[in-house]
């Protein structure tokens, strides 16, 4: 069982960056496909980007596409969301999910992940 930590969150201006970390424990991290969610208020919890065991194959959701970059250090049980050009919408808490297999065909639901982060909060200022 892996246990997911995410940091990183804060309070940033329009147009500002962020990068999102989440710290694993407890299981073999290469082994683990790994994914960014976010969820804003009043809202569902939707995909943001996902990556394989490898960090090779990267996904993203078409809303993100350009601005968002998942990347993963296996080496430091850690994966990262760099976010760029944050916009207003992009307010939202973040959560970091995993599933026990180093790769997946199914990664856009939220059902597709077995273990979660407790998020951590972004919110961007117009």
């Known amino acids: 069982q892996v246990q997911l930590v995410e940091s990183g969150g804060g309070l940033v201006k329009a147009g500002g960056s962020l990068r999102l970390s989440c710290l694993a424990s407890g299981g073999t991290f290469s082994r683990y496909f790994l994914g960014w969610f976010r969820q804003a208020s009043g809202e569902e919890r939707e995909f943001v980007a996902a990556?394989?065991?490898?960090?090779?194959?990267?996904y993203y959701s078409d809303s993100v596409k350009g601005r968002f970059t998942i990347s993963r250090d296996n080496a430091k049980n850690t994966v990262y969301l760099q976010i760029d050009s944050l916009k207003p919408e992009d307010t939202a808490v973040y959560y970091c999910?995993?599933?026990?297999?180093?790769?997946?065909?199914?990664?856009?639901?939220?059902?597709?992940?077995?273990?979660w982060g407790q998020g951590t909060q972004v919110t961007v200022s117009s």
């Open positions: 999910a995993a599933q026990p297999t180093p790769f997946a065909w199914r990664y856009r639901r939220r059902t597709d992940y077995e273990y």
């Open positions: 990556a394989a065991g490898t960090g090779t194959i990267t």
